[in-house]
Structures are given as structure tokens and as C-alpha cells.
């Protein structure tokens, strides 16, 4: 058996889950008790979903607007937590019983999930289910803005010398410059720090040393963000509050942006770049108008953001970490409400609404 989801309906053996039978609002969004469980292969284990992460790329599938379409009908979601039920037969890193998170998954909206072992990862004891739901795309997404996320500038250089009145052309191999990586004592801007990816962001920039300014649209938001890491703060519904910003660092701009809403901010975020910076695209939802001069000037560069292109190599590097800063405490979700998974157009519908500011993470609740 390869390691496809198999989906077979045992006499009995029915689970309920959240379908999707065709593309588009909150609506199409239907719960049903008779869906199949999954059958997992030899390298997959089958999880009972404690919580699954309700994310804004799952909002955007739904409607049909994303660069990765699934096959009707679908089960939404890409990460969670749970308990593992049942071990194929090729993987020795986890067993039955395992408090686990996961993430990369197909259809966590759902009472059980089948799921790669690569991608299934142990759960802390002192965090929940809500809080495991809370790690796989926003940490990892978060994770990969800041460390990932950075331009290789490839030279195939030609070397030429002279030598006694003859020109000598020798081929190198190809060098590879690596411009905007971060690192220790960098300015990072979190633009829109207050949701689940921005506090991440947050967090992991913290605990490498980098200096962190985060913004949100509330006092409460803005608590927040402070709270989860960030040295400075500042309410971006507030006039002139990216060059306080940008003074409040030394004015010299900041090294790295991670954007969360670039259709919004991208115009603005390249007057406050410094030397060599990159501005990580996280979120985007329209598009927008620049001015590539800023980026000229500064030889900036702006960089897309997407976890689903992630490599093997990548992943395990970014699994890694991720695993590591929650065992040693300094990754710690925040969530802002738990949806019963019968409200799960009601949590689709919030996931998008900028009312109040986002705050932290949403999650559907599955027992």
C-alpha cells in the first residue's frame, strides 16, 4: 500500500467530519456523520483529532482560491492533535497511545485523520490539544519567514589575471551568496502580529536574539503582542505609527518585515526598510501598488511565503526547532476560541473578520 490516504467504509466504522462538496462560502461547509474513516498506510498513523487549526489558507481553498486545489468532496484542514490509534507497519518513532501534533495532513476536520509519520510530531504535556492544533502552519509558517525565506544569489563567476602579458579565463564553480537570512540582534518588524502567525513570528524572533516590533489594531491586540515577545508595540490604525516605528530601533529601518497582510501594508512597508532588508509575504488577500525604487535604493528584495513548498530537508529543519522551543518553553500558543465542530461556518467566517483585531488562534474542538 503506498502512502495515500485510503478511504474505506467498514461495516460500522464511520466517523463524523466536516465536507466540502463544492467551492465557496462559509456555507458549503456541511458536517456529516456517516464519512469513512481512513485507512492509514505503513508509513502513517491514524489519529483521533483532539483539535483541529482553523487557518485562513483553509478559508481559501474553500472558496476555490488557492494554488493547490484538493478534489471534491474534500475535508478541510492541515493540522491538529490528537491521540495516535493505530501504527503502520514501517513506523518506529511513534505508538498507540501518543499525545501527538501534526501538520501537512489531509482533512483534520474530522474525528480521525491518517497521517504521514514525517509529519506527526509528540505533544508536550503542559500544552493542550487547542494549543498542538495551534503549531502546524502558523509556528511553521512562522518558522520559515524568518529563517527560510531568504535569497541565494547565485554568481557562475568568471575569473580573469593576467600573467606575463597573457590573459588567463578560468571558470569557477558556482558561488552562492545568501543575503537577508536572520540572526541575532536583526530588526524585525511583525506587521500584524496580534493572529497566530504573528505571535509565532514573535516568539521565535525573541528566542534568537533579534530585536522584535510588533503592531496590532486594538489595546487588547496590542497587550498581546507584548506578551508573546515583542520589545515594542505600536497600534497600526494610528497615524505615522511605521516611522515611529522605524525611529524607535535607531532609523535606520529594519532588516527583516514579515507581512501579514501585504495587499494593506506592502507600499508602506518599503519606506522602512534598511540595507539588504526582505520583506516576507505571509498574507495577502488583493492586490496591491509599489513604488520598486525603495527597493533599489535599499537592494531590498521581497520574498513569498508559502509552507507547502517546503522540502524534505526544510521540513525536518523547521519540525525541529518547532519541537525544540515549545520543550524548552519559549513557544507557547495563544487561543483566542475553541468552535465546536458543528460551528465550523461560524469559525471559517471569524478566521477572515478583522473585527477587533485577530487575537491568537481558532480551533475546532472535535470531542
Known sequence: MNSRNFFVLTRGLAMKAVRVHTFGGPEVLKVESDVPIPVHSETQVLIRVGSAGVNPVD????????????????????DGSGTIEKVGS????????????????SGSYAEYVACESHSVFHLADRLSFAQGAALGVPYFTAYRAIFIKYIKDTLLS???????????????????????????????????????????????????G????????????????????????????????????????????????????????????LTV?????????????????????????EEASIVGCALFRSTPEEWRQT???????????????????????????????H??????GS???????MT
Do not use: W
Open 359 to 365: 487575537r491568537g488562534k481558532l480551533v475546532l474542538t
Open 158 to 208: 568568471h575569473f580573469l589575471y593576467f600573467q606575463f602579458n597573457l590573459m588567463v579565463f578560468i571558470l569557477l564553480p558556482p558561488l552562492v551568496l545568501c543575503r537577508g537570512k536572520a540572526k541575532a540582534g536583526d530588526r524585525v518588524l511583525v506587521h500584524g502580529a496580534s493572529g497566530a502567525v504573528g505571535l509565532a513570528a514573535c516568539q521565535i524572533a525573541k528566542a534568537h
Open 59 to 78: 478559508t481559501y481553498i474553500r472558496m476555490g482560491l488557492f494554488a493547490q486545489l484538493p478534489t471534491l468532496p474534500y475535508i478541510p484542514g492541515r
Open 210 to 269: 533579534m530585536t522584535v516590533v510588533g503592531t496590532a489594531g486594538s489595546p487588547q491586540g496590542m497587550e498581546l503582542v507584548k506578551n508573546n515577545g515583542a520589545h515594542l508595540v505600536f497600534n497600526h490604525r494610528e497615524k505615522g505609527y511605521l516611522e515611529l516605528a522605524a525611529e524607535a530601533v535607531g532609523g535606520d529601518g529594519f532588516d527583516v518585515i514579515i507581512e501579514n497582510a501585504s495587499d494593506i501594508n506592502l507600499g508602506s512597508d
Open 90 to 105: 514501517k513506523v518506529d518513532t511513534l505508538k498507540e497511545g501518543d499525545r501527538v501534533f501534526f501538520s501537512g495532513a
Open 351 to 356: 478566521v477572515l473578520s478583522h473585527e477587533g
Open 319 to 349: 519540525a525541529a526547532s518547532v519541537v525544540a522551543g515549545v520543550e524548552m518553553g519559549f513557544l507557547t500558543p495563544f487561543i483566542d476560541r475553541e468552535y465546536p465542530m458543528e460551528t465550523v461556518q461560524e469559525a471559517h467566517a
Open 273 to 297: 526598510i534598511g540595507p539588504g532588508a526582505r520583506v516576507v509575504i505571509v498574507g495577502n488577500r488583493g492586490n496591491v501598488e509599489i513604488s520598486p525604487r525603495f527597493l533599489m535604493t
